[in-house]
Nanobody
């Protein structure tokens, strides 16, 4: 029933910026954590950034200082501001929201960083 809808992916030059958005088409009760994952060709899906309902944010070492996660709990929305993008950031990015009993995933949005 509940779906996560992502937007904001695209093709950018190295050093450029993108802002990803994730929104729900319904209400998810009791969200414990929210986060962004990415998967590059031939690699495992990895956690990029996550946030708890109380606001604690964690980042992968590879994106610290460049990416910023933000959220709007009232609307169950989440954003990922990506600055100083590098070719190694190229991946399919997924939105994830978790309650104690369920995991919700977006369809993925492609981010490509290339000259």
């Amino acid at each position: 029933q509940v779906q996560l809808v992502e937007s904001g992916g695209g093709l950018v030059q190295p050093g450029g910026s993108l802002r990803l958005s994730c929104a729900t088409n319904g209400s998810i009760r009791g969200i414990a954590t929210m986060g962004w994952y990415r998967q590059a060709p031939g690699k495992q899906r990895e956690l990029v950034a996550s946030v708890t309902f109380t606001g604690g944010i964690s980042y992968a070492d590879s994106v610290k200082g460049r990416f910023t996660l933000s959220r709007d709990n009232a609307k169950n929305t989440m954003y990922l501001q990506m600055n100083s993008l590098k070719p190694e950031d190229t991946a399919l990015y997924y939105c994830n929201m978790n309650t104690v009993s369920h995991q919700y995933w977006g369809q993925g949005t492609q981010v490509t960083v290339s000259s």
